[in-house]
């Protein structure tokens, strides 16, 4: 899958393709029914099939901190969309001057002159240009003038509910794993680099992988049990989603308690498959406190995958 960062960087040979645009935030089955119009337009008119999203999401742009918790970062989404059978991904750089852009300016400058948008699949409730004065209505009969093929795909229904990415972050926020595991279609998982963190998992006798979240917002908090892969090793292990309030931390981190692991992997990609939440995230008088809860929390975690 090839990936273009910017408008700047499309090119003379990327002309001609069939197109959808959003935030595709956690990659859900709502998108993959998104996907599945995209690649019928693209066999269609046997050309690429192409998918633009932003970066910051545009609600991160406008009410920074305040913005809907982020489901999945850039490279999970570039994966999922990549598994999904997409071709091209086209990343703009959601910022101030792009916010400005008119409605009708981003239709010819950017869908028709620069990327030959021959069919465009959008979902239902797609808004987009300065002030969001763009919508579908806009697209279609913009379209119709244009000779672009433009389409609404129904909201993807189940068990009557929308599903949604703000449907799967409250299903998060509650720890409904599973309900959020059915809506994603695949488990809610966070990934990232192991960094250095404060050591203090290996003096409570816990050595513990940590991964900066990189996110305004997360959608989950607590302790967990969870699947990780590092390099082609699965691994089984408990997590701590949050800010470490034991310590008066500010910065939220993934910290990881891999069982029966102790190489140095400081630098390499994990992955991390969120499988059960074990209990919130609490602040303990004292470290004895911690390190006992820590002792039960990976109990539970055993209990999970049967290892006790």
């Given at each position: 899958?090839?990936?273009?960062?910017?408008?700047?960087?499309?090119?003379?040979?990327?002309?001609?393709?069939?197109?959808?645009i959003?935030?595709?935030?956690?990659?859900?089955?709502?998108?993959?029914?998104?996907?599945?119009?995209?690649?019928l337009?693209?066999?269609?008119?046997?050309?690429p099939?192409?998918?633009?999203?932003?970066?910051?999401?545009?609600?991160?742009?406008?009410?920074?901190?305040?913005?809907?918790?982020?489901?999945?970062?850039?490279?999970?989404?570039?994966?999922?969309?990549?598994?999904?059978?997409?071709?091209?991904?086209?990343?703009?750089?959601?910022?101030?001057?792009?916010?400005?852009?008119?409605?009708?300016?981003f239709v010819?400058?950017?869908?028709?002159?620069?990327?030959?948008?021959?069919?465009?699949?959008?979902?239902?409730?797609?808004?987009?240009?300065?002030?969001?004065?763009?919508?579908?209505?806009?697209?279609?009969?913009m379209?119709?003038?244009?000779?672009?093929?433009?389409k609404?795909?129904?909201?993807?229904?189940?068990?009557?509910?929308?599903?949604?990415?703000?449907?799967?972050?409250?299903?998060?926020?509650?720890?409904?794993?599973?309900?959020?595991?059915?809506?994603?279609?695949?488990?809610?998982?966070?990934?990232?680099?192991?960094?250095?963190?404060?050591?203090?998992?290996?003096?409570?006798?816990?050595?513990?992988a940590?991964?900066?979240?990189?996110?305004?917002?997360?959608p989950?908090?607590?302790?967990f049990?969870v699947?990780?892969?590092?390099?082609?090793?699965?691994?089984?292990?408990?997590?701590?989603?949050?800010?470490?309030?034991?310590?008066?931390?500010?910065?939220?981190?993934?910290?990881?308690?891999?069982?029966?692991?102790?190489?140095?992997?400081?630098?390499?990609?994990?992955?991390?498959?969120?499988?059960?939440?074990?209990?919130?995230?609490?602040?303990?008088?004292?470290?004895?406190?911690?390190?006992?809860?820590?002792?039960?929390?990976?109990?539970?975690?055993?209990?999970?995958?049967?290892?006790?």
């Open positions: 899958m090839e990936l273009i960062r910017g408008i700047h960087n499309i090119r003379a040979q990327h002309y001609g393709c069939v197109l959808t959003g935030n595709f935030d956690g990659v859900h089955l709502g998108h993959a029914e998104v996907i599945k119009g995209l690649l337009d693209a066999q269609k008119h046997q050309l099939s192409t998918v633009m999203l932003f970066e910051p999401q545009p609600q991160e742009f406008f009410a920074k901190d305040n913005a809907p918790a982020r489901l999945t970062r850039l490279r999970d989404k570039l994966r999922l969309l990549a598994e999904l059978g997409v071709e091209r991904v086209i990343c703009i750089s959601f910022n101030q001057q792009f916010a400005n852009m008119e409605a009708e300016q010819n400058e950017v869908l028709v002159d620069k990327l030959g948008v021959k069919a465009l699949t959008v979902g239902d409730d797609f808004c987009f240009g300065k002030r969001r004065s763009g919508d579908f209505a806009l697209l279609k009969n379209g119709a003038a244009l000779n672009i093929d433009v609404s795909t129904a909201s993807f229904r189940r068990l009557n509910d929308r599903v949604s990415s703000t449907l799967i972050r409250h299903a998060l926020a509650a720890g409904q794993l599973e309900e959020a595991k059915t809506m994603l279609g695949h488990g809610y998982a966070i990934s990232g680099r192991v960094i250095h963190g404060w050591a203090k998992g290996r003096e409570l006798g816990f050595r513990t940590n991964i900066a979240l990189k996110r305004q917002v997360c989950v908090n607590g302790v049990a699947k990780a892969t590092v390099g082609n090793e699965q691994l089984f292990g408990v997590a701590n989603i949050g800010n470490k309030p034991t310590f008066n931390g500010t910065r939220a981190l993934l910290e990881v308690h891999l069982f029966n692991f102790a190489q140095d992997i400081y630098g390499q990609f994990m992955h991390v498959e969120l499988v059960k939440k074990l209990r919130d995230e609490k602040k303990f008088e004292t470290l004895t406190q911690l390190t006992a809860q820590i002792a039960d929390d990976v109990t539970a975690a055993k209990q999970c995958f049967g290892l006790n």
